[in-house]
C-alpha cells in the first residue's frame, strides 16, 4: 500500500520552529515532486511549497517565503519542511503531496499531486 505520512506537527509559540517530514513507504517517490499544502479552519487548502524530483526547483507561497525551507533526501524517501519564525496565521493541517508524473515538474496545484497524506496539526499560539 502507498502512503504518505506526516509527523512532526504540534503546538508552538509564534517565533519559534519546527520541522515537519513527510516520509513514503510502499514505493519511492524519489522521482516526484513533493508539495506542501495547508488547511487553516474554515478555509480552503493552499499551497505552501514544492520541491521538484532532484530538488533542482523550489517554490514558496509568498506567505511563508524566507520563513519556510522544504528539502528532501532521496535515499531516505524523506521530505522536510522547516518552519521557522511561525506566526498565529500558520496554524492549520499540513498535508504532503506526491506529483502524479514522474520527473514531472514542481508545482502549486492540487490537481498536479496524486497521493496525499492525511495531515499533520500544526497550531501557533501568539
Known amino acids: 500500500q502507498v502512503q504518505l505520512v506526516e509527523s512532526g506537527g504540534g503546538l508552538v509559540q509564534a517565533g519559534g520552529s519546527l520541522r515537519p517530514p513527510c516520509v513514503a513507504s510502499g514505493r519511492t517517490f524519489s522521482r516526484n515532486s513533493i508539495g506542501w499544502f495547508r488547511q487553516a479552519p474554515g478555509k480552503d487548502r493552499e499551497f505552501v511549497a514544492s520541491?521538484?524530483?532532484?530538488?533542482?526547483?523550489?517554490y514558496y507561497a509568498d506567505s511563508v517565503a524566507g520563513r519556510f525551507t522544504i528539502s528532501r533526501s532521496q535515499a531516505a524517501n524523506l521530505v522536510y519542511l522547516q518552519m521557522n519564525n511561525l506566526k498565529p496565521e500558520d496554524t492549520a493541517v499540513y498535508y504532503c503531496?506526491?506529483?502524479?508524473?514522474?520527473?514531472?515538474?514542481?508545482?502549486?496545484?492540487?490537481?498536479?499531486?496524486?497521493?496525499w497524506g492525511q495531515g499533520t496539526q500544526v497550531t501557533v499560539s501568539s
Open positions: 503531496a506526491a506529483g502524479a508524473v514522474v520527473r514531472g515538474p514542481a508545482s502549486r496545484y492540487e490537481t498536479d499531486y496524486d497521493y
Open positions: 520541491i521538484s524530483w532532484i530538488a533542482s526547483s523550489t
